[in-house]
């Protein structure tokens, strides 16, 4: 009787256990009003996005669900629309239009083209639509935010904090979150309205050999030579005694030629953007003001108002000030005497992988887009754990810097969508916009392509946990010092148009067909009449430049004279070299940042 009362508990039990495995099952695994409201197909299409592509994000799984339901029931009326849109090739826009365009696309209804080519071909597409005036092949670009100047200005791109009040309220999504990126300041024009959308982020920091810089004969022969520790450069005087001190002095590392300084300098357009990605602030050139320099900014352009009024120094400008060719000095010089040899022949696609062959000890100007490549298994500059034998720190600053002044260059790539379009291609366009870096999907996106948007990501635990194997990206990206770097701001009004100028003036310099003053000189002219002919033909609107009669500038000596950018020459350009430990440096931000 007792084995039967025992049979039938165990019976029991285990229907019990049955019935409550079915609730789970049965019971849906995400939920929301929303969500709820949505057949059941489209709810299995949700739960599969974010099992299959989304899993990390710093939203819960319930509130995916609802975000991407969101958009879902928003595309309902959109139905038959198709758009294509442009990028650059990064991995970032890689994993776009792999993962998040074909997901759009099933969610939504909506078929998304979505092209990655070079960047000068993402600018040449833009003016193309822009000469159009009409609607053109793509129905939104993710381009710099350098073009802040230009957007803001010309008519051309669609205002999207205007937008998100106005026409396409009704498809903005409720937890865009705006506050949340780190980058929002960056897309904001002259009249303080919202023009691009962040997508993806990277900055030009400072990258050495970290497992070579803790040799202790290394820091011995260092300290010796130099009189102070081996360390990550403060400024410009440190970094220039590290280049010598591995090409000259050190020359070979565990048998291999070595070198103290990369860098690129063929005859290319990316040699333009080796410079107006902000070379000159670096050295100081510009005014102090966050992000960009005011009234001067790291282009050397001084703008009045919100109007630009030249780049000369008789103008006020300071883009051929004896800062500004302090800093062409001392690229020329560092290139020729501290890089391999054939660096000096390589463009920016050429150069960017050399330091991960494991013969460079140092970089000035590296960008963070190179992470990814950089932590590879297998390099000579990764560890057998996977960690890396790298770090990346903030630049170090020239002669002319001054604190309160930016210290680097921040890419923003961020979407901008033409304002002459059909209603349904810019609603449909802006939905794409806005999933594409929605909390839904953007740690996802971070996590592959290390291109940060968001503050909430780069707090994530995920994040923490990868930041070891990243070489200092994370911590910097949380750092207060992330604020000095920016794009190119808002002094300059039409940047096609004045970027083409840098590349053949600097590359006459650096061939020695003229001498860095010559060659910034001329380019100063250029930028002044290029921004005359801006004013003349009304193409910047209502913040265009005006430019003064040559019978009507102060001149030079007296523009020196003056406080802040241009700047007189200094009588020592060269001061005491000066480093911080790694570990300090890091220790500073984290009490910056409690």
Not at 157 to 184: R, V
Not at 325 to 339: G, H, S
């Amino acid at each position: 009787m007792y084995e039967k009362q025992q049979k039938k508990e165990t019976i029991m039990k285990t229907f019990l256990l049955f019935i409550g495995l079915m609730l789970v099952i049965s019971r849906p695994a995400i939920a929301g009003p929303l969500f709820d409201a949505l057949s059941d197909e489209k709810r299995s299409l949700i739960r599969a996005l974010i099992q299959d592509h989304f899993p990390d994000s710093t939203l819960s799984e319930d509130e995916q669900a609802e975000e991407l339901a969101w958009f879902a029931r928003a595309a309902m009326e959109l139905k038959g629309t198709e758009i294509s849109v442009l990028s650059e090739q990064l991995p970032t826009h890689d994993y776009e239009a792999r993962v998040l365009a074909p997901a759009f696309s099933k969610l939504t209804k909506i078929p998304v083209t979505h092209d990655r080519k070079p960047e000068g071909e993402v600018i040449r597409q833009i003016n193309l639509q822009r000469i159009m005036a009409a609607k053109g092949r793509y129905d939104a670009f993710v381009n710099d935010s350098d073009m802040i100047g230009t957007h803001s200005r010309s008519g051309w791109a669609l205002a999207l904090s205007d937008y998100m009040e106005g026409a396409g309220k009704a498809f903005t999504l409720p937890t865009l979150a705006l506050e949340d990126f780190i980058g929002l300041e960056f897309v904001t024009g002259p009249d303080g309205k919202i023009y691009q959308l962040p997508d993806q982020q990277f900055a030009n920091l400072y990258w050495f050999r970290y497992d070579w810089f803790q040799r202790p004969e290394l820091r011995a022969q260092f300290r010796e030579r130099y009189g102070y520790e081996l360390g990550v450069p403060v400024n410009w005087s440190a970094y220039e005694d590290i280049a010598e001190f591995f090409t000259v002095h050190v020359r070979e590392i565990d048998g291999e030629r070595v070198y103290g300084h990369m860098d690129y300098g063929k005859r290319d357009p990316s040699l333009g953007w080796r410079f107006t990605d902000a070379w000159f602030s670096m050295a100081g050139a510009g005014d102090r003001g966050i992000p960009n320099g005011l009234p001067v900014d790291e282009w050397g352009i001084r703008m009045e108002g919100c109007h630009p009024v030249g780049s000369s120094v008789s103008r006020g400008g300071a883009t051929n000030s004896p800062a500004a060719v302090y800093a062409l000095e001392k690229y020329i010089d560092w290139l020729q005497r501290f890089a391999p040899p054939e660096a000096a022949d390589m463009t920016f696609s050429e150069a960017g992988p050399v330091p991960a062959k494991g013969q460079i000890a140092q970089q000035i100007f590296w960008y963070t887009a190179f992470t990814s490549d950089m932590t590879k298994e297998g390099l000579p500059v990764v560890n057998e754990d996977g960690t890396p034998k790298w770090r990346m720190a903030p630049s170090p600053r020239g002669a002319y810097w001054q604190r309160g002044m930016k210290l680097g260059y921040q890419d923003v790539g961020a979407w901008t969508i033409p304002r002459a379009m059909g209603a349904e291609q810019q609603k449909a366009a802006w939905l794409y916009a806005q999933f594409t870096v929605s909390r839904t999907v953007s740690l996802q996106k971070t996590l592959y392509g290390l291109t940060p948007i968001r503050l909430s990501d780069l707090e994530s635990p995920q994040m923490q946990q990868k930041a070891p194997a990243l070489g200092g990206l994370v911590e910097f990206y949380r750092s207060p010092a992330r604020t000095a770097w920016s794009p190119t701001g808002v002094n300059v009004p039409d940047y096609p148009r004045l970027a083409k100028l840098w590349w053949p003036n600097i590359a006459d310099a650096v061939t020695g067909k003229v001498s860095p003053q010559q060659a910034l000189n001329n380019l100063a002219a250029a930028q002044d009449r290029t921004l005359s002919v801006i004013e003349r033909n009304f193409l910047a609107g209502d913040c265009g430049p005006r430019m003064a009669d040559e019978q009507q500038l102060k001149g030079g000596e007296w523009w020196l004279a003056q406080p802040g950018a241009p700047k007189p020459r200094l009588s020592n350009e060269k001061p005491q070299g000066k480093t911080i430990r790694y570990e300090d440096l890091l220790r500073q931000w984290d009490i910056a940042g409690n």
